[in-house]
Structure formats: structure tokens, C-alpha cells
């Protein structure tokens, strides 16, 4: 792919123009139109307002108007607007189950009327005269004995037909039928009458594909429709997911052209006092009597959009049954409107309205979706909605502004400014709902912004990323992929020079690494050393560590570079004791490939030391070679602690500040040792576990014995020293980072040692506990 030049790798802008280039076919061609930002922007940009005006985010709508409804709760309500409920409770109470006799409801609209309401409107059909017959069987003396033996039977016969009585049979028995309904129908017709300001229902056809347009007008039967006040349209129309939001003020006959109210419009009409308008428009304003308050603005074929004033039962419910038996006095329905309709649910008259939530799962009986219908003509509350190339016009414009906000590089300034759009968009969007009766597009502008967002930010993602990559494989042979993925990320790294920065630095070391190498040929050692870094490797990156370098058997690793690492000493003591707990599978794999192959196998032992401090991390070396590395006096002690393990005969050192920084470990202090070249004491400590080990009993009792010692020894008690330490050889517990049969042994072995030197050469009085070493 690359010309191989014997220069220097060129810098990362140049590498991009040199790379190398391919003729591009057909389908790469229409890929890269596709993928092309501008494209991707002006498409997503005006995708989705054309798919708003189509209606494809209607049902997202739906669902966002009823969230808003539940969140604004419920408002005020007319208290003039009373339900006498045909309800389980008055089917039990009577024992009738509906239709109920219409004499029986003559008694309500009586009981009602008595207190004159300003309206009454009974959401029920009456299409049919009522069928209620009853029949008796009687004998010719039967007929004597009724008519006190002055008529014949003929005689009677006709009598009781001229009242209503139908008389079938011959020969001495006969079958009288009573029509019981046609009484009824006349003893309705009689309280609708008297009343004067009753609203029957009429049955009206919709068709769908037309919005509420009549097939068929079916009226109440001629007693009662001559006896009502007015007759009115009853139907209306659901949404496509099956809730109520808008009723129609009238319907227009297809037929006749002719328009019909709809029973809420007349009740509203009725209570206002307000004469019925003669002109009405299927889309515009139905202007009623006067005043701002007094137009309610109609939508295609005469719909309204209804202002819910709450969820079911908002409205004052008054069982039908209680009526008849006067549980009511007359002026509870003096100056109201009283609907009568069906609220139980067998009778599959319920609706589910923009408050139906889990929360509230009752649906609304259809008289009372009338009455909010009523309470919004009333208060001319309507909730105003605009066509749906409105919602695709606003969602067009928050596009745009999406896009904008892609020019901004940070990705989180970015995101910030874009949530800040969404949530005031639907802020907004609430507040002209629930103040002003506005409901505007929501869901198709959301799904616009975060669309015309993300494409292009994604788009330019994969950019960025293809670049990265093209830098990594020019740049893969010549720097580390530590470097590679900086320089990927910021090309300007690839300038000499480094920050000052907090680090913890490792190293580790093989121990008797030189017998090993003379168990294998030059190609086997080479095996060896890789099965044994490899793992270590992934160890201290899984610890979030950066591989600084190997050199032979030895790895050198930092935390907090390239990437902030503020807990980079507990990461890099819990790698520390994850490495150690690698050695044991490691010579178990070790011994097992010794063993198949004839060769005497040496156990795997190696030490570890760690240093916090502070350390100038970036590229170190010449303008034509350099690496990213560490440098400081801090990476010097490391080393050192690291040396310092074998004379120890401990596996893990960690100095004063990583300690310091990473409490929760189990470890014990070591030793107080001024180091070669150096004046101050340096603290040492053991990494002997995790914080696991760290909190149980036995290390606990260690801890506390081995700090007596150290005390009792700095103090210069050699005889009590010397019995701690005999104390804590006996409570060393298993499971800590030791080397296998050695254990902290050779450490109090070494104590034991000074406390025989010290006794010989005393001190002085002003020891301050530390050792001086003479090696480095």
C-alpha cells in the first residue's frame, strides 16, 4: 500500500493526503453520495416533515395530548351539569333491567322537571313504540261474571276492544292482550310535554372516510318526537386509537345537505338561552348568541375539540332510581342541565378519554363525555389544534435549528444545547396547552430534532473514526498503540514535550529469571517470555494501566496517562495483587509444557514495586524517534522498591503515598530505609491482599502485632521486639500475596538480624528508626 522510504514517517495531516488512492466504481460512487453529510442533512432535514404532514406521528400525538392532559389535572367544571345515572345501582334498587318501562322513566323526567332545569337531555334512543303486553286466558263465565251478566260476551268483546284490548278465541275461552306500551308511550309523551324542554336522540350513520357525514336520520317515534323539545344527532366519532378528543357541533346530511346538532351543542344552546344558529360552515367558527366566550371554532365536517375538565366522574352523578322516590328535592335541578344517560358498564356506553392512565382506568360513560362537550361550548374553552402541515412546517423550523447545533465540535455542549432545545420545546409546548388551549405538533419536531441531530453527528463519528484509523496504520509501525491511539485522537501530540502529573508506576521483575533462560534455546525463551507477558499485559490494562515498555523480562506500567485516572493507586494496587494471583495457574501451565516436552521446570517468581508521585508524562526522545513514557525521581523509587523485594524476600513493595492513597488493602509497613544517594527515610510497605483480606480477623491480628513490633523495635525494646516478632511469625493467615514457603519469614528473619546487630552496635538516642542502605 505505502512506498517504504527510509525518512521519517510523514506528520499525521500529510500521511491522510498520502494515502493511497483507489478509482472509485458505480456503487462506491452512489455510496459516497448516501453518506455524504450534506446529503444525510437536507434528507433526514426534510424527511421528516414530510412524514409529519402525511401523518405518520398522529398516534405519537395522541399519546403526547394525553400526557399533557394528565399533567395539567383536572380544572374547573360547571356544577350546573348533573348526570342521573341509568347505573348497576339503580338496576338493582328496581329490580329492572333496561330498557327500562317508559312510564318508569316518565316518573324520572317528572321528578326532574319538577325542579325546572334550564335543560334535559336523555341520551337514549326511541325508535320503536314499546312492546309491553300482557295476557290473560278467560272463560265465557268469566266474561258474565265481568260484566255483571248485563252483556254477552260479544258485547264484551267489543267493549274491550274499543279501549285497547285485543280479544282472540271462540266457543267459551278466550285470550285478552292488554297494550301496556302504547300507555306507556303515551305517559312519556305526557312528562316530555309537560317539561317542555326535554332533548331526545337521533341515530345517525357515519360514515368514517368522510368525517361525520349522515347516511341515515332516525328520528324518535311521532308521540315522542312530537312531545320533545328538539331532537338531536347522538353519534361521534373516535380517534384511531380508540379515545374521544372532539364531537361534532352538527353533521350535515349527505342526502339534503341539511345540518343537524348534535344533542350537547342543543343542551348548550338551551342552557344559554341562546337562539340555534342558523349558519353553519363544515370548517370555521359556530358563533353562538354574542361575545368572545360565545364561539367555539369547528374542524372538518363540524367537529370541536372537547376540553376534558377531568376523568370519569368529574361531573355530579344522582342514581336514576332515587328520582321516582323523591331522594331528591326539585331545586337540586332548578337552572341546570340534566343528562340522563347510561353510566354501567354492560351497557358498553364507556370511552376511553385523554386522563384514562393506570393510575385512573375507569373510562367515561358517553353521557358524560357529552357534558364536557356541554362545559366546553358553555365556557368556550375549546382546545385549539392546526392542521397537520403546521406540525410538519414546525417541525421543519426545530430541524434546522438541530442542525445548527452540529456545528458546535464538543459533543457535550452539543447534546447540552440540544436537550435544552427538546426541553424547552416541550415546556413550551405545555405551557400552551395548559394556559392557552393550544396543542401544538410535539412528537414529529422531537423526532425531527433529535434526528437532524444525531445523523450528522453520527455521520461524522464514522468520519473521524475512518481518519483515525487511516492515522493508525500509517503511524502503527513506528509508534506504540498507546501513542498511536493519542496521536489518532490529536495529532498534535506528535510534538516533543510532557506534562507534570500524580502517577503510580509499576515494575515487575522475573526473579532468577537467568537459570530460566538457561532451560530454553533463544526461540523457546522467546515463547516463554510472551505466554508470561501476554497475561500480565492484559492484567494491568484491564486495571485501566498503560504499558510503558518491556525490557527483557521486566514490564513497566503507569496509571493516570494518557487517560485521568483519579483512583489510580487502588487500580494499580488491586492489578499488583492480581498479577501475583496470576503466577500460580501460570506455573501450573508452565510445568505441565515442562514436563511434556523432557525439561526440568524453575517455579515462576517475580516481584513488584509501585510508587505514587509526581512525574512528567508525554513524548519522550528525538524529532525522528520518541516514545510515550514517564520520567522523574518517582519512577526511580519504584524501581528501587522493586530491587528492594529480593532483599525482603516479599513479592509486593509499595511506597508511603500509594499506600496512603489506597488504605482499604491489607498491608504491613516494612521498613524505614534511606536509600543510596538519598537523605530522607523512605516508609515501605507490603501489599499482602485485597481489602477483603484486609478486614478479616486473622490479618487484623497480624496488623496489630506487626505494628507493635516496628514500635517496640524503632523504640529500641529489642528483647520486646524480638518477642513480637516471634508472636507474628505465628499469626501470618493464608491467602496472602507471599512467595509459597516463604511467606513473611525472611522479613522478621531480617528484623531479627538488625535486633542482633543493634544490640552488639547500639543506635544512639537520637535514632529515628530508619535503616541506611548501602546499595541501591
Known amino acids: 500500500m505505502f512506498k517504504k522510504k527510509k525518512t521519517p514517517p510523514p506528520a499525521a495531516a500529510e500521511t491522510e493526503d498520502n494515502l493511497p488512492k483507489q478509482k472509485p466504481s458505480r456503487f462506491s460512487k452512489l455510496r459516497a453520495i448516501l453518506l455524504n453529510r450534506s446529503f444525510l442533512i437536507v434528507t433526514v432535514t426534510l424527511l421528516v416533515p414530510v412524514l409529519a404532514a402525511l401523518g405518520v406521528f398522529q398516534s405519537l400525538e395522541y399519546s403526547v395530548s394525553?400526557?399533557?392532559?394528565?399533567?395539567?389535572?383536572?380544572?374547573?367544571?360547571?356544577?350546573?351539569?348533573?348526570?342521573?345515572?341509568?347505573?348497576?345501582?339503580?338496576?338493582?334498587?328496581?329490580?329492572?333491567?333496561?330498557?327500562?318501562?317508559?312510564?318508569?322513566?316518565?316518573?324520572?323526567?317528572?321528578?326532574?322537571?319538577?325542579?325546572?332545569?334550564?335543560?334535559?337531555?336523555?341520551?337514549?334512543?326511541?325508535?320503536?313504540?314499546?312492546?309491553?303486553?300482557?295476557?290473560?286466558?278467560?272463560?265465557?263465565?268469566?266474561?258474565?261474571?265481568?260484566?255483571?251478566?248485563?252483556?254477552?260476551?260479544?258485547?264484551?268483546?267489543?267493549?274491550?276492544?274499543?279501549?285497547?284490548?285485543?280479544?282472540?278465541?271462540?266457543?267459551?275461552?278466550?285470550?285478552?292482550?292488554?297494550?301496556?306500551?302504547?300507555?306507556?308511550?303515551k305517559a312519556f309523551a305526557g312528562a316530555l310535554a309537560e317539561a317542555g324542554n326535554v332533548i331526545l336522540n337521533s341515530e345517525i350513520n357515519v360514515d368514517n372516510s368522510g368525517g361525520a357525514s349522515i347516511e341515515r336520520y332516525i328520528q324518535p317515534i311521532d308521540i315522542l318526537k312530537d312531545a320533545a323539545y328538539m331532537t338531536a344527532a347522538a353519534n361521534f366519532t373516535a380517534d384511531a386509537d380508540g379515545f374521544v378528543r372532539r364531537f361534532p357541533m352538527f353533521v350535515v346530511s349527505k342526502r339534503d345537505k341539511q345540518a343537524h346538532y348534535t344533542w350537547p351543542a342543543m343542551a348548550a344552546f338551551t342552557y344559554m338561552g341562546e337562539a340555534?344558529?342558523?349558519?353553519?360552515?363544515?370548517?370555521?367558527?359556530?358563533?353562538?348568541?354574542?361575545?368572545?366566550?360565545?364561539?367555539?371554532?369547528?374542524?372538518?365536517?363540524?367537529?370541536?375539540?372537547i376540553n376534558y375538565r377531568g376523568p370519569a366522574k368529574t361531573y355530579r352523578y344522582i342514581p336514576a332510581y332515587q328520582i321516582p322516590i323523591g331522594d331528591h328535592p326539585p331545586e337540586t335541578f332548578t337552572d341546570?342541565?340534566?343528562?340522563?344517560?347510561?353510566?354501567?358498564?354492560?351497557?358498553?356506553?364507556?370511552?376511553?378519554?385523554?386522563?384514562?392512565?393506570?393510575?385512573?382506568?375507569?373510562?367515561?360513560?358517553?353521557?358524560?363525555?357529552?357534558?364536557?362537550?356541554?362545559?366546553?361550548?358553555?365556557?368556550?374553552?375549546?382546545?385549539?389544534?392546526?392542521?397537520?402541515?403546521m406540525g410538519a412546517l414546525i417541525a421543519l423550523i426545530v430541524g434546522l435549528l438541530a442542525v445548527a447545533l452540529t456545528r458546535i465540535e464538543k459533543l457535550a455542549l452539543g447534546l447540552g444545547l440540544l436537550a435544552v432545545l427538546i426541553v424547552g420545546y416541550l415546556a413550551g409546548s405545555y405551557l400552551l396547552f395548559a394556559r392557552l388551549n393550544t396543542v401544538v405538533a410535539v412528537a414529529g419536531p422531537l423526532v425531527a430534532m433529535v434526528l437532524s441531530y444525531a445523523v450528522p453527528t453520527v455521520e461524522r463519528a464514522a468520519a473521524e473514526a475512518k481518519k483515525r484509523q487511516e492515522i493508525k496504520g500509517a503511524f502503527s509501525a513506528y509508534l506504540s498503540p498507546a501513542m498511536v491511539e493519542i496521536v489518532a485522537k490529536d495529532p498534535s501530540k506528535l510534538q516533543l514535550g510532557g506534562e507534570e502529573r500524580e502517577m503510580t508506576i509499576l515494575f515487575s521483575d522475573i526473579r532468577g529469571f537467568s537459570g530460566i533462560s538457561e532451560l530454553f534455546d533463544a526461540h523457546g525463551l522467546v515463547g516463554y517470555i510472551n505466554k508470561f507477558l501476554t497475561p500480565m499485559t492484559n492484567v494491568i490494562q484491564d486495571h485501566q494501566g498503560t504499558i510503558d515498555k518491556y525490557v527483557g523480562d521486566c514490564i513497566m506500567a503507569f496509571w493516570n496517562a494518557p487517560l485521568d485516572d483519579a483512583a489510580h493507586a487502588s487500580n494499580a494496587c488491586a492489578c499488583a495483587v492480581a498479577l501475583n494471583r496470576l503466577l500460580a495457574p501460570l506455573n501450573v501451565t508452565f510445568k505441565a509444557a515442562a514436563d511434556a516436552a523432557g525439561r526440568k521446570h524453575l517455579q515462576l517468581r517475580a516481584g513488584i514495586g509501585m510508587n505514587t508521585g509526581p512525574t512528567v508524562v508525554g513524548n519522550m526522545g528525538s524529532d525522528t524517534r520518541f516514545n510515550y513514557t514517564v520520567m522523574g525521581d518517582s519512577v526511580n523509587v519504584a524501581s528501587r522498591l522493586e530491587s528492594s523485594s529480593k532483599q525482603y524476600g516479599i513479592v509486593l513493595v509499595i511506597g508511603e503515598t500509594t499506600r496512603?492513597?489506597?488504605?482499604?488493602?491489607?498491608?504491613?509497613?516494612?521498613?524505614?530505609?534511606?536509600?543510596?544517594?538519598?537523605?530522607?527515610?523512605?516508609?515501605?510497605?507490603?501489599?499482602?491482599?485485597?481489602?477483603?483480606?484486609?478486614?478479616?480477623?486473622?490479618?487484623?491480628?497480624?496488623?496489630?502485632?506487626?505494628?507493635?513490633?516496628?514500635?517496640?523495635?524503632?523504640?529500641?525494646?529489642?528483647?520486646?521486639?524480638?518477642?513480637?516478632?516471634?508472636?507474628?511469625?505465628?499469626?501470618?493467615?493464608?491467602?496472602?500475596?507471599?512467595?509459597?514457603?516463604?511467606?513473611?519469614?525472611?522479613?522478621?528473619?531480617?528484623?531479627?538480624?538488625?535486633?542482633?546487630?543493634?544490640?552488639?552496635?547500639?543506635?544512639?538516642?537520637?535514632?529515628?528508626?530508619?535503616?541506611?542502605?548501602?546499595?541501591?
Open 660 to 776: 496512603a492513597l489506597a488504605p482499604q488493602f491489607a498491608a504491613l509497613e516494612i521498613d524505614k530505609v534511606v536509600v543510596k544517594g538519598k537523605t530522607e527515610a523512605l516508609h515501605s510497605f507490603t501489599l499482602l491482599g485485597e481489602p477483603e483480606i484486609a478486614l478479616t480477623p486473622e490479618f487484623l491480628k497480624l496488623e496489630v502485632a506487626h505494628i507493635e513490633m516496628l514500635r517496640l523495635f524503632r523504640a529500641q525494646d529489642w528483647a520486646g521486639a524480638h518477642a513480637k516478632i516471634t508472636e507474628c511469625r505465628g499469626l501470618e493467615p493464608e491467602g496472602l500475596c507471599v512467595e509459597p514457603g516463604v511467606g513473611l519469614g525472611k522479613l522478621y528473619d531480617m528484623y531479627a538480624d538488625r535486633i542482633e546487630h543493634y544490640i552488639e552496635e547500639p543506635p544512639g538516642a537520637d535514632w529515628d528508626g530508619s535503616y541506611h542502605a548501602k546499595e541501591k
Open 276 to 305: 340555534l344558529p342558523t349558519q353553519m360552515r363544515a370548517t370555521g367558527n359556530v358563533t353562538i348568541g354574542t361575545g368572545p366566550d360565545k364561539t367555539v371554532a369547528t374542524l372538518r365536517s363540524g367537529f370541536f375539540n
Open 66 to 185: 394525553n400526557q399533557f392532559f394528565q399533567l395539567r389535572g383536572p380544572i374547573a367544571h360547571s356544577e350546573d351539569i348533573i348526570i342521573v345515572a341509568i347505573d348497576d345501582e339503580s338496576f338493582q334498587q328496581t329490580g329492572l333491567q333496561w330498557p327500562w318501562p317508559r312510564d318508569y322513566i316518565a316518573k324520572i323526567v317528572a321528578g326532574i322537571s319538577a325542579g325546572k332545569p334550564k335543560a334535559i337531555s336523555i341520551d337514549a334512543f326511541f325508535f320503536e313504540p314499546s312492546n309491553d303486553k300482557a295476557t290473560i286466558e278467560v272463560s265465557g263465565e268469566d266474561v258474565q261474571k265481568i260484566s255483571g251478566g248485563t252483556l254477552s260476551s260479544e258485547q264484551l268483546i267489543a267493549a274491550l276492544s274499543t279501549i285497547g284490548m285485543s280479544v282472540e278465541g271462540e266457543g267459551g275461552k278466550y285470550k285478552l292482550t292488554v297494550d301496556a306500551g302504547q300507555q306507556q308511550d
Open 336 to 389: 341546570k342541565i340534566v343528562l340522563i344517560g347510561a353510566t354501567s358498564p354492560s351497557l358498553q356506553d364507556i370511552w376511553p378519554t385523554p386522563y384514562l392512565s393506570r393510575a385512573n382506568s375507569s373510562q367515561t360513560p358517553g353521557v358524560e363525555v357529552g357534558a364536557h362537550a356541554i362545559d366546553t361550548i358553555i365556557h368556550g374553552d375549546y382546545m385549539i389544534t392546526y392542521p397537520v402541515n
